[in-house]
């Protein structure tokens, strides 16, 4: 880093502080030239990110939309709306340190469902309803007892309102996928 006042390439850092909510970080200098102070900012790169469907059309990652479809699947699931903001914030994260710039709109899936895996039962079976389209109610079946035999809390009444409401997860595909 150039010295703004000299030029000179070298400079020590007298102070280091995280800003912008951990988002970047702020360095103090000191020329070892001519002894100026000046400040300077390193931030994580953004680039956008492609979400290939699985009609093979492709549209930049929109994580509202994600957030829209998350929330959606995961209703009456008793998460609180600032947990699912936060895991996808971190799903964001994950995809922007990634360096392939496409990424599929399964893999999105297969990355929810990882983190919702540890935030809630409920919630990891209605999402994988919705994402991995169950081919017929033995999936479903098999997805569930795969979930039982680690848990017994599983909240019977939601896992039988997804299985049977199929407009539910329509719709919800439907938010996930296809919206443009
Ligand atoms: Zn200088
Ligand atoms: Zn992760």
């Given at each position: 880093m150039r010295c703004p006042y000299?030029?000179?390439?070298?400079?020590?850092?007298?102070?280091?502080?995280?800003?912008?909510?951990?988002?970047?970080i702020r360095r103090r200098r000191e020329c070892l030239q001519c002894k100026h102070r000046f400040t300077t900012y390193e931030r994580i790169e953004f680039v956008p990110v492609t979400v290939i469907k699985r009609d093979d059309r492709r549209e930049s990652f929109d994580s509202s939309k994600l957030l829209r479809?998350?929330?959606?699947?995961c209703e009456k699931t008793g998460i609180p709306q600032v947990r699912l903001e936060a895991l996808v914030d971190e799903i964001e994260?994950?995809?922007q340190q990634r360096s392939v710039?496409?990424?599929t709109s399964n893999?999105?899936?297969?990355?929810?469902?990882?983190?919702?895996?540890?935030l809630s039962e409920v919630a990891y079976v209605r999402f994988a309803s919705v994402?991995?389209?169950f081919q017929g109610i033995r999936d479903f079946v098999e997805t569930l007892d795969r979930l039982k035999s680690h848990t017994s809390e599983i909240d019977a009444e939601c896992?039988?309102?997804?299985?049977?409401?199929?407009?539910?997860?329509e719709e919800a595909s439907a938010s996930l996928m296809t919206q443009s």
């Amino acid at each position: 880093m150039r010295c703004p006042y000299c030029q000179h390439t070298d400079s020590r850092v007298l102070e280091s502080r995280s800003t912008e909510a951990g988002q970047s970080i702020r360095r103090r200098r000191e020329c070892l030239q001519c002894k100026h102070r000046f400040t300077t900012y390193e931030r994580i790169e953004f680039v956008p990110v492609t979400v290939i469907k699985r009609d093979d059309r492709r549209e930049s990652f929109d994580s509202s939309k994600l957030l829209r479809g998350i929330i959606h699947a995961c209703e009456k699931t008793g998460i609180p709306q600032v947990r699912l903001e936060a895991l996808v914030d971190e799903i964001e994260a994950e995809l922007q340190q990634r360096s392939v710039r496409e990424v599929t709109s399964n893999e999105i899936g297969e990355l929810v469902l990882h983190h919702l895996q540890g935030l809630s039962e409920v919630a990891y079976v209605r999402f994988a309803s919705v994402y991995r389209q169950f081919q017929g109610i033995r999936d479903f079946v098999e997805t569930l007892d795969r979930l039982k035999s680690h848990t017994s809390e599983i909240d019977a009444e939601c896992v039988d309102k997804s299985s049977s409401s199929q407009a539910i997860e329509e719709e919800a595909s439907a938010s996930l996928m296809t919206q443009s």
